[in-house]
């Protein structure tokens, strides 16, 4: 996965050893970090509400539409 500088969201595509903190095939907002980028991991709001730092591996990057990123923003993810 590309560094996550201008990725707002990725689909969760492993959440082996962490089913409590994500969902396979959810949609997670992005939280950009670059000291997470650099070490090969994404910081994403999970379940919990909070956001956390994940193997990159865990997600697929998805860029989508501005209008579609403005809609998912309003309903919190």
Do not use: W
């Not at 050893?17 to 997670?28: D, H, I, N, T, V």
Request: some cysteine; overall charge negative.
């Amino acid at each position: 996965m590309k560094k996550t500088k201008n990725i707002h969201f990725a689909i969760c595509i492993d959440n082996k050893g962490y089913e409590a903190s994500l969902e396979l095939g959810k949609l997670y907002q992005v939280i950009p970090d670059v000291e997470a980028d650099a070490n090969d991991l994404i910081r994403v709001i999970d379940e919990s509400g909070e956001d956390y730092a994940f193997a990159v591996s865990r997600f697929h990057a998805l860029e989508v539409p501005p209008v579609v990123q403005k809609a998912l923003l309003a309903t919190g993810r």
